[in-house]
Structures are given as C-alpha cells and as structure tokens.
C-alpha cells in the first residue's frame, strides 16, 4: 500500500519559512518524480514544484521561484520543500504527489497523493 504522509505546516508571519516533509512508503521512492501541489482556499489545486526520480531536474512555477526549493532524499524515502520569504498568497494546503520518473504540472499525471499539510501564512 502507497502512502505520502505531509509534515512541517502551520501558522508563520510573513516572511518567514518552513519546511515541508513528504515521506512514502510502499514504492520504490527513487523511481518516481514528487511534485508539491497547494489549494487555496475557494481556488483549485495549483502546481507547486517538482523534481525528477533521480533530483536532477526541478521545475518550480513562477510564483516561488527565489523563495522556494525542492529537494530529496532517495535514502529516507522523503521529498522536502523549503519554503522561504513566505508571503500571505502561499496560504494553502500543500500536497504532495508521486508520478514515474519526470515531474510533470498537472494533477491528473500523479498517481499518488498524500492528504495534505496546512500552511497559513499571516501578514
């Protein structure tokens, strides 16, 4: 059985940062490529960021670029995202998702999801 299990939201200042955590278990974690998703409240799920199955290819949406970065460890089974220079716009629950290989920017081309982790970023 696959499982993503988020860690490391909750309630920061502007500005401020945090890690995300992304462990799995039931695949074979250095084949597949991770993506961090978030939904905003009344918005859809958006792309975040994404790295390839061996961490050397990372795509990031325009919106965090400079202020966030991907990173992975094929040895814990864990995807991390650091989250710096958080602004309120980064409110959202983030996601993080499982794909073969190469990371791709929509929902549909994951195969596996974690519940979610709550980010809240105040002004």
């Known amino acids: 059985q696959v499982q993503l299990v988020e860690s490391g939201g909750g309630l920061v200042q502007a500005g401020d940062s945090l890690r995300l955590s992304c462990a799995t278990s039931?695949?074979?974690?250095?084949?597949?490529?991770m993506g961090w998703f978030r939904q905003a409240p009344g918005k859809e799920r958006e792309f975040v960021v994404g790295?390839?199955?061996?961490?050397?290819?990372?795509d990031l949406t325009n919106s965090v670029k400079g202020r966030f970065t991907i990173s992975r460890d094929n040895a814990k089974n864990t995807v991390y995202l650091q989250m710096n220079s958080l602004k309120p716009e980064d409110t959202a629950v983030y996601y993080c998702?499982?794909?073969?290989?190469?990371?791709?920017?929509?929902?549909?081309?994951?195969?596996?999801w974690g519940l979610g982790t709550q980010v809240t970023v105040s002004s």
């Open positions: 998702a499982a794909r073969k290989y190469f990371t791709q920017r929509g929902e549909d081309d994951y195969d596996y």
């Open positions: 039931g695949l074979t974690f250095s084949t597949y490529a």
């Open positions: 790295i390839s199955w061996s961490g050397g290819r990372t």
